[in-house]
């Protein structure tokens, strides 16, 4: 019998000692002052005694061990320098992490509230689908706290199992959960918007930049995996939440060619995306709703590029000026992507399993955002301020439906700057 035991049982037969002592000699105590004096004092001490000890001793025999749960580890070395003693318990007294906002950052991406607040909506998806006869006794929290460490660090498995005490296998079971439950369970995230919604999101565009009818900004980011690389295609609105991505195309193909094979190109020539709702008419011209983009696009009704080499000053450079600001957003977007350590480096593995990390960064990167969490954002855009507008237009075409639309949207940006410089 254990120290804590012991003590609670002798607390408990001292009290009882005391009780009868007082009943056998009720009016004989040579200790006592007056029979009414002790009675009255005495006896409901030693019950309020009797009472806790009992209490002390049975709590005291409960097997704690059935609440013990598996949990997440980092060694002292992990924790950055003049961090103390400041620890954050996620389960067991002898395994836990700080909860020091640098250290959730570095190892999963995300601030501590948003872990807790992430663990408690994916706890019973992730703790439902063990392999078949082999159960994990493994918290959420530390299924969770494996995936989102090889997410934000890229760390390998080896390393992986080493700091959370689980076997290799483990540990890309949890990584491979965490994915799946993301992409399946939560891929309405990153799911392309309403109409409603379409309208909020340019009524934004047009508030930073004058330019109106704008529902996204279309961008393609490639990823380095094995010895080639795939291409992930994306749509940002103005906060840079990703409001569309399809990945999985083979790296080697164009901008134009990934759209082009893409079910978004499709929808929207369908007509089943922008319906055309909210088109409005600027000098005669009608202007539907429509993507900004760079790169090797081709000028389309529905997808707007800035001019090539503009002279200094003119309404064109201001309406590239324009379009410079509406792509700040996926600028954005994509490095914090990259910002993802799985995503930074070359990846190894199967490319669905490629595949599903980068919507699983994805719907974790709107998730961030809906909670003002910036943890996972670049913080430093300078290598993009010389980014060049180049597009695949010829501007001999100028009497084509799409060149129609950008020279209106030319004019509605020059009212908007000579509104402006009028107000000043």
């Known amino acids: 019998m254990n120290r804590r035991n012991m ?7 001292i009290a009882q000692l005391l009780l009868l002592i007082t009943v056998i000699f009720p009016s004989s105590n040579p200790l006592c002052i007056t029979n009414s004096s002790l009675s009255d004092f005495l006896t409901p001490l030693l019950l309020h005694f009797l009472s806790v000890s009992e209490t002390s001793a049975t709590l005291s025999l409960i097997p704690f061990s059935r609440c013990k749960r598996k ?19 996620l389960g067991r007294p002898d395994s836990f992490i700080r909860r020091n906002p640098d250290c959730f950052r570095k190892f999963f991406n995300i601030n501590s509230s948003t872990f807790d607040w992430l663990c408690g909506l994916l706890e019973p998806l992730l703790e439902c689908r063990d392999p078949v006869d082999s159960p994990l006794n493994l918290a959420a929290e ?29 540990a890309k079971f949890c990584f491979k959960q965490l994915c799946r439950v993301l992409c399946t369970n939560f891929r309405f995230w990153v799911g392309f918007l309403n109409s409603g919604e379409l309208e909020s999101v340019s009524n934004r565009f047009e508030s930073i930049s004058g330019i109106p009818n704008c529902c996204g900004v ?5 990823f380095k995996v094995n010895e080639e690389s ?10 840079s939440r990703i409001i569309s991505i399809i990945a999985g195309f083979r790296g080697d193909k164009t901008d134009f060619q990934v759209l082009n094979s893409s079910t978004l190109f499709q929808d929207i020539e369908k007509g089943t995306i922008f319906t055309n709702s909210q088109g409005l008419e600027i000098n005669g011209v009608a202007v539907p709703q429509f993507l900004v983009g760079n790169g090797d696009y081709p000028l389309l009704n529905w997808l707007m590029l800035p001019f090539d080499d503009p002279v200094s000053q003119s309404n064109e450079e201001n309406f590239n000026n324009a379009i410079n600001v509406m792509r700040l957003p996926s600028v954005i977007a994509v490095q914090s992507l990259r910002n993802w350590g799985v995503l930074r480096e070359p990846i190894e593995g199967e490319i669905k399993t490629v595949v599903a990390s980068i919507g699983a960064c994805s719907i974790l990167h709107n998730m961030l955002l809906s909670r003002d969490d910036y943890s996972a954002f670049c913080e430093d855009l300078n290598d993009h301020s010389s980014d060049k507008f180049k597009s695949c237009l010829n501007l001999g075409e100028s009497k084509s439906v799409a060149c129609s639309i950008r020279s209106a949207l030319v004019t509605k940006v020059t009212k908007a700057r000579e509104f402006q410089s009028q107000k000043r």
């Not at 279309?218 to 490639?222: G, T």
């Not at 795939?230 to 906060?239: G, K, Y």
């Open 7 to 13: 003590a609670a049982m002798l607390s408990s037969l």
């Open 230 to 239: 795939i291409a992930a295609q994306l749509v940002v609105d103005s906060s």
């Open 218 to 222: 279309l961008c393609c980011v490639r």
């Open 142 to 170: 530390t299924r969770l706290g494996i995936g989102l460490f090889r997410l934000a660090t890229g760390a390998n498995f080896s390393d992986i199992s080493q700091r959370f005490s689980v076997s290799e296998s483990v």
């Open 71 to 89: 949990r997440i580890h980092f060694s002292e070395s992990d924790a950055p320098a003049g961090e103390g003693l400041n620890r954050f318990k």
